[in-house]
């Protein structure tokens, strides 16, 4: 809503932030969850059975011994899922921005923290690599370990994530500066800017405190790393909206993002419930 000046209130900006941090939450769950579950059936595809906890899951080896092949092909199963999840709810929002609807946001935000995920992962493999006490012992880095994989590979394999984090980084500002209700926020370099702040810079920020809150204190150290990654590229998005130019018609004018998204609450209300008290005991995948 515009002041008789012509102003936009201040209490749109909160709300637009407010329904981006829930967007952000949310997306941020749905992947982390959806990674354990697909790693579990995975798991089961070599029948191994597998407890889902909010921090991790177990694997059941039900007499069954490890091999390179499972390994390979379950460890790896979390990475690629939030890699393709992200581009999945890429294709979603390409087909459906035309048709407002706060799922755009969440699709919008999917894309960002499942290719974070997918890119992070050289980092993780890194700081995990051939440490099987370490917390960062985990996807990559234990798939590396059973291929026997020399250290410094596994560091210089950083490169190919680090470009791929750039390319998709000077590809999220865009979408962001899509949702704006009229042009003339978007239409000066200090307006995209003053907009990707508040659409997703700062919904990250309260997003990454809701997201600690329901993950602490169990699995902090992976969870840290996946949030620092998607600052990183947060920043690099930053600072190319310098060289970024938006048209009129990439403008989506989502004037409902300036209304309160109580559906997205719900959601989200319902999905921390299930994390921090049905997960919490752990979900016995076995059929």
């Known amino acids: 809503m515009l002041d008789t000046k012509g102003k936009e209130q201040w209490y749109d900006k909160l709300i637009r932030i ?43 080896l039900n007499g069954h011994k490890w091999s390179k092949l499972k390994v390979s092909v379950i460890y790896s199963t979390y990475p690629f899922f939030a890699l393709l999840f992200g581009l999945l709810m890429l294709y979603f929002f390409d087909r459906l921005k035309r048709k407002p609807s706060m799922l755009n946001v969440f699709f919008a935000w999917s894309f960002v923290i499942g290719t974070c995920f997918f890119t992070a992962q050289g980092l993780i493999a890194s700081l995990g690599a051939n440490e099987f006490n370490s917390p960062f012992y985990q996807n990559f880095a234990v798939v590396f370990a059973w291929w026997f994989l020399p250290v410094p590979f596994v560091y210089a394999i950083n490169v190919f994530f680090i470009i791929l984090l750039l390319y998709f980084s000077i590809n999220y500002p865009k979408i962001f500066l899509s949702f ?108």
């Open 180 to 287: 704006s209700y009229s042009f003339s926020k978007v239409n000066k370099s200090s307006r995209r800017r003053s907009y990707f702040v508040e659409t997703a810079i700062v919904p990250f920020v309260l997003g990454a405190i809701i997201t600690s809150a329901v993950t602490f204190p169990m699995n902090i150290f992976v969870h840290s790393i996946y949030l620092m990654v998607i600052g990183i590229s947060l920043l690099i998005s930053w600072i190319a909206l310098f060289y970024l130019e938006i048209m009129k018609d990439d403008v989506l004018q989502y004037k409902l993002l300036q209304k309160l998204s109580f559906g997205m609450l719900f959601v989200l209300t319902l999905v921390i419930i299930f994390i921090k008290f049905i997960t919490w005991r752990g979900i016995f995948v076995s059929f």
């Open 18 to 60: 407010f329904n981006s941090t829930v967007c952000f939450s949310l997306a941020y769950a749905i992947i982390t969850y959806g990674g354990f579950f697909f790693m579990a059936l995975a798991g089961k595809f070599f029948k191994l059975d597998a407890n889902i906890y909010y921090f991790g899951i177990r694997f059941l």
